[in-house]
Nanobody, 117 residues
């Protein structure tokens, strides 16, 4: 079971940017995919972006054109660049891993992102 540690959250005004980082305890290439989930207050946790071992990326419709998921294999780190942030983006963001199949089953502790004017 991989351990995931997220960082980079904070307080930002609408239209601002943040970059989240995720450092797993295993190589990002030893799992099928890495991703980012978010959970707004009182709502279900949902996948917002993912990247497969082969480098293919997917995004939720709500973040397309604003968020970018990427990786740095030398640092064994997965990033989520968030631009043009909106108040509805406020949530706890968690790094996730699909260790065996293609379904995400492991999450980190999460990092808080708050977008407010």
């Amino acid at each position: 079971q991989v351990q995931l540690e997220e960082s980079g959250g904070g307080l930002v005004q609408p239209g601002g940017s943040l970059r989240l980082s995720c450092v797993p305890s295993r190589s990002i290439f030893s799992v099928n995919a890495m991703g980012w989930y978010r959970q707004p207050p009182g709502k279900q946790r949902n996948l917002v972006a993912s990247i497969t071992k082969g480098g293919a990326t997917t995004y939720a419709d709500s973040v397309k054109g604003r968020f970018t998921i990427s990786r740095d294999n030398a640092k064994n780190t997965v990033y989520l660049q968030m631009n043009d942030l909106k108040t509805e983006d406020s949530a706890v963001y968690s790094c996730a891993a699909a260790e065996k199949g293609w379904g995400f089953s492991t999450w980190g502790q999460g990092t808080q992102v708050t977008v407010t004017s």
